[in-house]
T-cell receptor, first 113, second 118 residues
Framework: GEDVEQSLFLSVREGDSSVINCTYT??????LYWYKQEPGAGLQLLTY?????DMKQDQRLTVLLNKKDKHLSLRIADTQTGDSAIYFC?????????????FGKGTKLSVIP | EAGVTQFPSHSVIEKGQTVTLRCDPI?????LYWYRRVMGKEIKFLLH????????ESGMPNNRFLAERTGGTYSTLKVQPAELEDSGVYFC????????????????FGPGTRLTVL
């Protein structure tokens, strides 16, 4: 299919781990990204992973990539109320000489105090 | 350093009217992108400028949309005439580099312009 798929909602308790999943489509995508959008703000790049990597860790964030299944996940350890936001998975495809980003619909993460 | 800025933040217009959105990229960024998110759907790519040239406009929905980037600095996106289905949030992004080795040249996004067509 053409779409990047994400579940729309996730609710976790403060202090627990959050795992947001994404299925992408283009096996030739070289970079995969996680963006965060807080209310009223633009998209902020959280982290990215190159397609020849399986895992990337950055402080509380862990990205896992299963290239065979085209599955990407973002784990947030010790989730805080400030992590409440919409998280977008995106892949960088090549097309017409450009490297446009293709986004999922976003997962709204709600953190319960 | 200032980030990507967009103007206006909100626009409410009637069907058939014209609206022009503006994006100021980060200084020195040659690459400028327009995306939009229609309610409940994905953020969709519209087009990509390298300096003042359109590199890829494959995402532009129809000829009611006109994007310009005169002088390779700020960009405008004009919708004329606007239709109800044009309502959504229009994002602009900019980046330094391109190409397969430049994934680290992340696209920095602006806050978006929320367009409502009544």
């Amino acid at each position: 299919g053409e779409d990047v798929e994400q579940s729309l909602f996730l609710s976790v308790r403060e202090g627990d781990s959050s795992v947001i999943n994404c299925t992408y489509t283009d096996s030739s995508s070289t970079y995969l990204y996680w963006y965060k959008q807080e209310p009223g703000a633009g998209l902020q790049l959280l982290t990215y992973i190159f397609s020849n990597m399986d895992m990337k860790q950055d402080q509380r964030l862990t990205v896992l990539l299963n290239k065979k299944d085209k599955h990407l996940s973002l784990r947030i350890a010790d989730t805080q109320t400030g992590d409440s936001a919409i998280y977008f998975c995106a892949e960088k495809r090549s097309g017409a000489g450009s490297y446009q980003l293709t986004f999922g619909k976003g997962t709204k993460l709600s953190v319960i105090p | 350093e200032a980030g990507v800025t967009q103007f206006p933040s909100h626009s409410v217009i009637e069907k058939g009217q014209t609206v022009t959105l503006r994006c100021d990229p980060i200084s020195g960024h040659d690459n400028l992108y327009w995306y939009r998110r229609v309610m409940g759907k994905e953020i969709k790519f519209l087009l990509h400028f390298v300096k003042e040239s359109k590199q890829d406009e494959s995402g532009m929905p129809n000829n009611r949309f006109l994007a310009e980037r005169t002088g390779g600095t700020y960009s405008t996106l004009k919708v004329q005439p606007a239709e109800l289905e044009d309502s959504g949030v229009y994002f602009c992004a900019s980046s330094q580099g391109q190409g397969r080795t430049s994934g680290r040249y992340e696209q920095f996004f602006g806050p978006g312009t929320r367009l409502t067509v009544l």
